[in-house]
């Protein structure tokens, strides 16, 4: 998928949002971290009074009772394992700190929250209560970013459908139980102090936490849990994600697109098999960035480091044209690095791909524009190449939401595409990463016609091969589903509503073309009375 997004503009259909009503009564209010070590205040409300507790807020708990989440399979030293590598999941910029987000990686159905409590200009803490009922100056603190699974323990209910409560508990708004941003339960409604005591010291009662950071603005999850995941999360490195800001070069200089989330009807393989295949941009982008009836011309693919379980780099060159740079670092990040000229000045496409379940994954894609020193853009030798760049520098001046209509808009010259080359592979059961460890991976070379263009995708599928025995260790169902192309070109429900800023716009959008139907209705309606 050569990125570039054209100044193309999509209309996303509406839909509305799910609120979710507190449930501020018989809550119970336990201690955990607002500030630390701070003596805070808390309020809690009984159905007939209200108390004041004075307490001394604790470091939260480190330790995770509920049966850990390992690697499924046993992974050889020079292989990748899936479950002990951090996964780039979401812009930290387009979540709602106010809200429960559900992501599902590698199978696994998890929540995202912000744990930052809510408080006065002072700092103290506001108490429990809806948000219209929040002082004027009441602001969420910057908290931190947590991943459980989302399964309330009690019942099993969905935690991303529950709220964030103002102390920073993520609440279940089934029956009202809370937790900690360590996992660990802190209220059940109407359980008296010795029935709540039992229900905590249960090792069922608490959530599977993930360990989790932040970096680049985006949010990493490590998708085991347990006093071992803590280990070794801490011991293992984020993927190296191009930074243009470790360039050296002067800030005013760099241009970055905004970041785009999608959760695409594609596999993560599939998705990355096609942002590293040049030959498709000629014939799928057409009318965009390509053009199907210009003379197609052979590239040449040099491998300039060799692959290992951490990933590979590939050197790209057409004729008459400077080399570029593909880098693919496992277990997702992958860059497209156009260096022009000696002064630093770059374009650069980056995408974060993670494996969401079986025909579905995660991704996140931003563009770089580092100008020259005299502070123009730099050219590529190729007129369309030249027109992505200066689209950036526009869209720029646009809000995201604009950028977001471009992006997809693109996406989808794809995703039609790698969507049915995936399940007609699927079908015919040529070609799958879905298999469990029983069954025998199979060949890529066997299920297509290659030829010298599919260089750089063979590479990729090799590294599949040679690093991950053919498969991807999903937990849970193997089966790949069909969905229509409806499904496919589902923008509101792939990347809208999980962006505030998107959302905010759609709702603004809604609100005028409301009040223009109503303009447009009353000036009718007069005009029947003449």
């Known amino acids: 998928m050569y990125w570039s997004f054209p100044v193309v503009f999509l209309l996303a259909s509406s839909a509305p949002s799910t609120a979710f009503s507190p449930s501020p009564s018989n809550l119970q209010v336990q201690a955990r971290r607002l500030n630390q070590q701070q003596l805070?205040?808390?309020?809690?409300?009984?159905?007939?009074?209200?108390?004041?507790?004075?307490?001394?807020?604790?470091?939260?708990?480190?330790?995770?009772?509920?049966?850990?989440?390992?690697?499924?399979?046993?992974?050889?030293?020079?292989?990748?394992?899936?479950?002990?590598?951090?996964?780039?999941?979401?812009?930290?910029?387009?979540?709602?700190?106010?809200?429960?987000?559900?992501?599902?990686?590698?199978?696994?159905?998890?929540?995202?929250?912000?744990?930052?409590?809510?408080?006065?200009?002072?700092?103290?803490?506001?108490?429990?209560?809806?948000?219209?009922?929040?002082?004027?100056?009441?602001?969420?603190?910057?908290?931190?970013?947590?991943?459980?699974?989302?399964?309330?323990?009690?019942?099993?209910?969905?935690?991303?459908?529950?709220?964030?409560?103002?102390?920073g508990s993520l609440l279940c708004s089934y029956h009202g139980w809370r937790w900690g941003g360590d996992g660990n339960l802190t209220a059940v409604p109407a359980a008296s102090k010795s029935e709540l005591q039992r229900i905590i010291d249960n090792p069922k009662s608490s959530c599977n936490a993930f360990p989790t950071k932040v970096k680049g603005g985006l949010l990493?999850?490590?998708?085991?849990?347990?006093?071992?995941?803590?280990?070794?999360?801490?011991?293992?490195?984020?993927?190296?994600?191009?930074?243009?800001?470790?360039?050296?070069?002067?800030?005013?200089?760099?241009?970055?697109?905004?970041?785009?989330?999608?959760?695409?009807?594609?596999?993560?393989?599939?998705?990355?098999?096609?942002?590293?295949?040049?030959?498709?941009?000629?014939?799928?982008?057409?009318?965009?960035?390509?053009?199907?009836?210009?003379?197609?011309?052979?590239?040449?693919?040099?491998?300039t480091k060799k692959a290992s379980k951490n990933g590979f780099e590939m050197s790209i060159r057409f004729p008459g044209a400077p080399a570029y740079t593909d880098k693919f670092e496992a277990p997702g990040v992958f860059s497209i690095n156009f260096p022009l000229g000696d002064d630093g000045a770059a374009y650069v496409i980056q995408a974060f791909v993670t494996p969401s379940s079986p025909g579905w994954s995660n991704v996140i894609t931003r563009q770089t524009v580092v100008k020259t020193k005299d502070g123009n853009v730099p050219s590529t030798g190729n007129k369309r190449r030249d027109g992505q760049m200066n689209g950036i520098l526009k869209l720029k001046k646009l809000p995201d939401f604009f950028n977001n209509f471009a992006v997809h808009r693109f996406f989808n010259e794809d995703m039609v595409h790698i969507h049915s080359q995936e399940h007609h592979m699927a079908g015919s059961n040529e070609y799958s990463l879905a298999k469990s460890k029983e069954e025998k991976a199979d060949r890529y070379v066997d299920a297509i016609l290659p030829t010298s263009v599919d260089k750089p995708v063979i590479v990729f599928r090799k590294w599949i091969k040679d690093f991950s025995k053919g498969r991807i260790p999903y937990k849970g169902n193997l089966a790949l589903h069909n969905v229509d192309r409806n499904v496919v070109f589902d923008v509101y429900h792939q990347s809208t509503v999980y962006s505030t800023k998107c959302m905010s716009a759609l709702k603004n959008a809604n609100k005028a073309r409301s009040f223009a139907l109503g303009a447009i209705a009353l000036i009718f309606s007069g005009n029947l009375y003449f």
């Not at 020079?78 to 992501?103: M, N, Q, R, S, Y």
């Not at 000629?282 to 210009?294: C, D, K, L, M, S």
Request: proline content about 9%; aromatic content about 10%; some cysteine.
């Open 40 to 167: 805070v205040k808390l309020a809690y409300r009984t159905n007939s009074q209200s108390k004041d507790i004075d307490f001394i807020v604790p470091e939260p708990l480190s330790t995770t009772k509920t049966k850990p989440i390992t690697s499924p399979n046993k992974v050889e030293a020079d292989g990748f394992d899936w479950f002990k590598a951090w996964h780039p999941v979401f812009p930290v910029d387009i979540l709602d700190p106010e809200k429960p987000t559900p992501l599902e990686l590698l199978g696994m159905k998890l929540v995202v929250y912000n744990d930052g409590a809510v408080v006065n200009k002072e700092g103290e803490f506001t108490g429990f209560g809806s948000k219209l009922a929040r002082p004027k100056d009441a602001q969420r603190l910057e908290g931190t970013w947590r991943a459980f699974a989302d399964a309330c323990p009690h019942r099993k209910a969905s935690l991303s459908e529950g709220r964030v409560e103002d102390d």
């Open 220 to 303: 990493y999850v490590w998708p085991c849990s347990g006093s071992d995941a803590r280990i070794e999360s801490e011991l293992t490195p984020l993927p190296e994600a191009f930074d243009p800001e470790a360039l050296g070069v002067d800030e005013k200089r760099i241009v970055n697109s905004p970041y785009v989330f999608r959760r695409a009807p594609v596999s993560w393989d599939f998705f990355l098999e096609n942002a590293m295949d040049p030959a498709h941009v000629q014939h799928a982008h057409h009318g965009t960035i390509g053009n199907r009836y210009e003379a197609s011309v052979p590239f040449d693919t040099v491998v």
